[in-house]
């Protein structure tokens, strides 16, 4: 079984500012991860994935994410935010062992961008 | 190409009452993953579909069930609802199972009262 913790549940920052959203995993076995962003009224949409390879990993919209293994994290960045990436952000893992693609999300991350 | 389609995107439902979602994954594509989103629960893996079968299943009562059709089309349906069954369900397609990009709906959100 895995678990997903995000660390905070809002994080308030000004416009262009660099923000870190964080996410630590716990799992007896090896994972996928991912994030996933979702704006109001809306699904989620994938920002990046790590898979095996980098552990630095660039998604969509300016946002990149280190796998640190050691620490099960994989926190999320971007050194420059707009008022448009409002909006609620969630880390996911899925289990490599399993042949489909059943996620398990942490509890989110409020992210709110002030002009 | 279409996204993820669900319908209806809104529902008002009395407890005890059933319902039945329909989503309609995106064209291609073989797997439907069905997920239930609440404020206190965040977001949780029902089941997931794959060429009509039901390959992963959540933690979830049997009221919860679905099925998968042949043009990959699914639907899940809630039995002898709760007012805990209120809640935004999402669902996922994706081409096929394994470690490859899911894509969301907009959701159903559903209101038991």
């Known amino acids: 079984a895995q678990s997903v913790t995000q660390l905070d549940s809002q994080v308030p920052v000004f416009e262009e500012a660099p923000v870190e959203l964080r996410c630590n995993y716990s799992?007896?076995?090896?994972?996928?991860l991912f994030w996933y962003v979702q704006y109001p009224n809306q699904g989620l949409q994938l920002l990046l994935k790590?898979?095996?390879?980098?552990?630095l990993v660039k998604g969509i919209n300016g946002f990149e994410a280190e796998f640190n293994k050691s620490q099960t994290s994989f926190h999320l960045r971007k050194p420059s935010v707009h008022i448009s990436d409002t909006a609620e952000y969630f880390c996911a893992v899925s289990d490599k062992g399993n042949a489909g693609n059943m996620l398990t999300f942490g509890g989110g991350t409020r992210l709110m961008v002030k002009p | 190409k279409a996204g993820v389609t669900q319908t209806p995107r809104y529902l008002i439902k009395t407890r005890g009452q059933q319902v039945t979602l329909s989503c309609s994954p995106i064209?291609?594509?073989?797997?439907v993953s069905w997920y239930q989103q609440t404020p206190g629960q965040g977001l949780q893996f029902l089941f997931e579909y794959f060429s009509e079968t039901q390959r992963n299943k959540g933690n979830f009562p049997g009221r919860f069930s679905g099925r998968q059709f042949s043009n990959s089309r699914s639907e899940m349906n809630v039995s002898t609802l709760e007012l805990g069954d209120s809640a935004l369900y999402l669902c996922?397609?994706?081409?096929?199972?394994?470690?490859?990009?899911?894509?969301f709906g907009p959701g159903t959100r559903l209101t038991v009262l």
């Open positions: 064209s291609g594509h073989r797997s």
């Open positions: 996922a397609s994706s081409l096929k199972m394994g470690r490859n990009e899911q894509f």
């Open positions: 790590y898979l095996s390879g980098s552990t």
């Open positions: 799992s007896s076995v090896s994972v996928y």
